[in-house]
Nanobody
Framework: QVQLVESGGGLVQPGGSLRLSCAAS????????MGWFRQAPGKEREFVAA????????NYPASVEGRFTISRDNAKNTLYLQMNSLSPEDTAVYYC????????????????????WGQGTQVTVSS
């Protein structure tokens, strides 16, 4: 299995940027499709981004497309989420997740498709 640890969260003003990181340890990081999700208080966990094992394919919901960029460095066993033009609606706990089972990339918007989760990092967008 793989262990995931997020970092990089914090307080940022509206319009600002943050880059989240997710460090992976354990089994080969490059064998996992990876994703980012977020959960605000009182809301369900929401898909933010997904990236294929090689990094060649990515997917975003409309709510973040054009503002957020997911990437990975398999040599460093690290997943990233660059977040730009942040708004208060982006405030949430952000989680990285790994999908260990073989599945179509198109289904990786659903949290049930992931096998491993980090503990989360808080992102607060406020003036």
């Amino acid at each position: 299995q793989v262990q995931l640890v997020e970092s990089g969260g914090g307080l940022v003003q509206p319009g600002g940027s943050l880059r989240l990181s997710c460090a992976a340890s354990g089994r080969t990081f490059s064998s996992y499709d990876m994703g980012w999700f977020r959960q605000a208080p009182g809301k369900e966990r929401e898909f933010v981004a997904a990236i294929s094992k090689s990094g060649g394919a990515t997917n975003y919901p409309a709510s973040v497309e054009g503002r957020f960029t997911i990437s990975r460095d398999n040599a460093k066993n690290t997943l990233y989420l660059q977040m730009n033009s942040l708004s208060p609606e982006d405030t949430a706990v952000y989680y990285c997740a790994g999908a260990g089972r073989s599945r179509p990339f198109a289904v990786l918007y659903h949290p049930d498709e992931y096998d491993y989760w980090g503990q989360g990092t808080q992102v607060t967008v406020s003036s």
